[in-house]
């Protein structure tokens, strides 16, 4: 009897996380995925915060000048920048993901492409929304 060729195999093994992921180089598709679900659950998280402070704010003068006096705070402006760049982000990534559903750029290079569109649309917004939050102009 002949003996049979062992065929080299691929070895996989687990990914030790931290020691492997911080020199895994994501993709520039995986990386605007990871960060459209990041931007939506902070949409969902803070929706009751936002509405519950608006309906406050608008219960009379005094409250509104209230929390205008809040929100005039530096650590409230950059969390009020967190949540334009959430919004800002998951809009456009969502925009994105419609021109997906179209069969629009869903090859490899189209994926890359779209998803660098999406950070250079989706940052220079937020970019201007921190302007003009913190007194640019």
Not at 97 to 126: C, E, Q
């Amino acid at each position: 009897m002949s003996e049979s060729v062992k065929k080299h195999r691929p070895e996989f093994r687990n990914i030790h996380l931290l020691r492997d992921l911080p020199h895994y180089r994501f993709p520039a598709a995986s990386i605007i995925s990871i960060t459209h679900r990041i931007s939506g659950f902070l949409l969902f998280l803070m929706l009751p915060f936002i509405l519950y402070l608006l309906e406050k704010s608008l219960m009379s003068e005094l409250s509104f000048a209230h929390f205008k006096g809040i929100a005039s705070h530096w650590f409230v402006k950059l969390l009020v920048l967190a949540m334009a760049w959430a919004y800002l982000h998951h809009f456009c990534a969502g925009v994105r993901h419609l021109f997906m559903d179209t069969h629009v750029a869903l090859s490899k290079d189209g994926a890359r492409r779209t998803s660098i569109a999406v950070f250079a649309v989706s940052l220079p917004l937020t970019l201007l929304v921190a302007l003009k939050l913190f007194g640019a102009f």
